[in-house]
């Protein structure tokens, strides 16, 4: 179903289904429950993170899940940041805040894009919109904090 790449990091690329040659992490277990999320490098060398809506991320009015929504805006930070993280470095979201814009619905392409607004150091700062069919769902920030893994 996939195979390491170069220049994600950890991410594998997709060999099967509507996100072939996307790229996607497959060592977060809640995150691939959840999504499974994807995201690709643009020509511009920006990042595009989406994933297709389903019934299963849909709350009991038949919208997506505010939690859905700032899970895959949780994946999105990093994705938008991964210039700034090098492989194999460990990071965490230090912050993650959100304002929820409009609703989604099952079967929608949801996609994030972004910019990082301060990095170069152990704090990587990110915002970013989230779409549903095009249409803005959340706007999102967030601070991503570097660190070293001890053993």
Same mark, same amino acid.
């Given at each position: 179903m996939s195979e390491?790449?170069?220049?994600?990091? *950890? +991410?594998?690329?997709c060999t099967e289904g509507e996100f072939v040659g996307w790229h996607h992490?497959? $060592? /977060?277990?809640?995150?691939?429950? *959840?999504?499974?999320?994807?995201?690709?490098?643009?020509?511009?060398?920006?990042? =595009?993170?989406? #994933?297709? %809506?389903e019934?299963? $991320?849909?709350n009991g009015g038949g919208f997506m899940?505010?939690?859905? =929504? =700032? &899970?895959? +805006? /949780? #994946?999105?930070?990093f994705a938008i940041a991964n210039d700034e993280l090098k492989?194999?470095?460990h %990071?965490?979201?230090?912050?993650?805040?959100?304002?929820?814009l409009g609703a989604v619905q099952s079967g929608a392409l949801v996609e994030a894009r972004g910019e990082v607004t301060r990095g170069g150091g152990k704090t990587i700062f990110v915002r970013g919109l989230v779409t549903g069919d095009g249409k803005? +769902? =959340?706007? #999102? &920030?967030?601070?991503?904090?570097? #660190?070293?893994?001890? %053993?």
């Open positions: 390491q790449d170069e220049g994600y990091g *950890s +991410a594998v690329v992490w497959d $060592h /977060d277990p809640y995150e691939s429950r *959840s999504g499974p999320f994807f995201m690709r490098r643009e020509d511009d060398g920006s990042y =595009l993170s989406a #994933f297709r %809506a019934d299963r $991320h849909m899940h505010g939690g859905c =929504l =700032l &899970t895959f +805006a /949780d #994946f999105a930070l492989s194999g470095e %990071a965490v979201t230090m912050n993650l805040s959100g304002d929820f803005p +769902a =959340l706007s #999102f &920030t967030g601070i991503i904090r570097k #660190f070293s893994k001890k %053993a």
